[in-house]
């Protein structure tokens, strides 16, 4: 089967305008992908951060990700290697205690099997928070965020589901070192892996 080009699709995402009316802001879809890519990160939604810069993971979650995953910003934002395309392409927003709101419902279902499509050389795929595990995981996901992180080794070699970075949780990553202690390690190395010269 041959891949859709990508780069109309690309196009499309950018001027997409579908949730626009719900916004409190003009969307700014951001996507980073090329054809060529073996990794896919597939994380919540752009924050505020994001959204003026328009690069995925400019804040200090993208910080914490990369550390995870053992790649400088060099290598993180060459599209030819890693593609990023979240559930949500454009800030939704905060909510009433200045969170981040959900990726809006209108974007996955439009987009997400349209990127994975177009992108035939991905070989692993970073499910970033429960958002993009509930949608590609979908009846395999585990009751719980927890359980399914813990369970990483199942969804192998084709996902790898993670926390997400945030700051947020922190309380999280203190509760639960087997995350540092057995999924990083198996994350650096099928990082390692992929980006090695075949």
Same mark, same amino acid.
Not at 8 to 33: D, F, K, N, S, Y
Not at 69 to 98: N, Q
Not at 119 to 134: C, D, F, K, M, S
């Given at each position: 089967?041959? =891949?859709? @080009?990508?780069?109309? /699709?690309?196009?499309?995402?950018?001027?997409?305008?579908?949730?626009?009316?719900?916004?409190?802001?003009?969307?700014?879809?951001?996507?980073?992908?090329?054809?060529? =890519? !073996?990794?896919?990160?597939?994380?919540?939604?752009?924050?505020?951060?994001?959204?003026? #810069?328009?690069?995925?993971?400019?804040?200090?979650?993208? *910080?914490?990700? +990369? *550390? &995870?995953? $053992?790649? *400088?910003?060099?290598?993180?934002?060459?599209?030819?290697?890693?593609?990023?395309?979240?559930?949500?392409?454009?800030?939704? $927003?905060? *909510?009433?205690?200045?969170?981040?709101?959900?990726?809006? %419902?209108?974007?996955?279902? /439009? &987009?997400? @099997?349209?990127?994975?499509?177009?992108?035939?050389?991905?070989?692993?795929?970073?499910?970033?928070?429960?958002?993009?595990?509930?949608?590609?995981?979908?009846?395999?996901?585990?009751?719980?965020?927890?359980?399914?992180?813990?369970?990483?080794?199942?969804?192998?070699?084709?996902? /790898?589901?993670?926390?997400?970075? #945030? &700051? +947020?949780?922190?309380?999280?990553?203190? %509760?639960?070192? &087997?995350?540092?202690?057995?999924? /990083?390690?198996?994350?650096? !190395?099928?990082?390692? @892996?992929?980006?090695?010269?075949?």
């Amino acid at each position: 089967m041959v =891949a859709p @080009d990508l780069n109309p /699709l690309l196009g499309e995402i950018r001027a997409c305008r579908v949730c626009a009316p719900a916004m409190p802001h003009q969307p700014r879809p951001v996507i980073q992908a090329c054809a060529g =890519a !073996r990794i896919l990160i597939v994380g919540q939604a752009p924050g505020t951060r994001v959204h003026a #810069s328009g690069r995925p993971f400019t804040d200090p979650s993208g *910080d914490r990700l +990369r *550390d &995870w995953m $053992g790649v *400088d910003e060099t290598v993180f934002y060459d599209s030819s290697r890693i593609a990023i395309a979240p559930m949500g392409f454009c800030f939704p $927003g905060l *909510d009433a205690k200045g969170g981040d709101l959900p990726p809006r %419902k209108e974007c996955a279902p /439009l &987009w997400q @099997d349209r990127v994975r499509a177009a992108l035939p050389e991905i070989r692993l795929t970073l499910l970033v928070g429960q958002y993009a595990q509930r949608f590609h995981l979908r009846s395999q996901m585990q009751k719980t965020l927890t359980e399914t992180v813990r369970e990483s080794e199942r969804y192998q070699p084709d996902f /790898l589901p993670l926390p997400h970075p #945030s &700051w +947020r949780n922190n309380a999280w990553l203190k %509760k639960n070192p &087997w995350f540092e202690e057995r999924i /990083l390690p198996l994350l650096r !190395r099928r990082i390692q @892996d992929l980006l090695s010269p075949a």
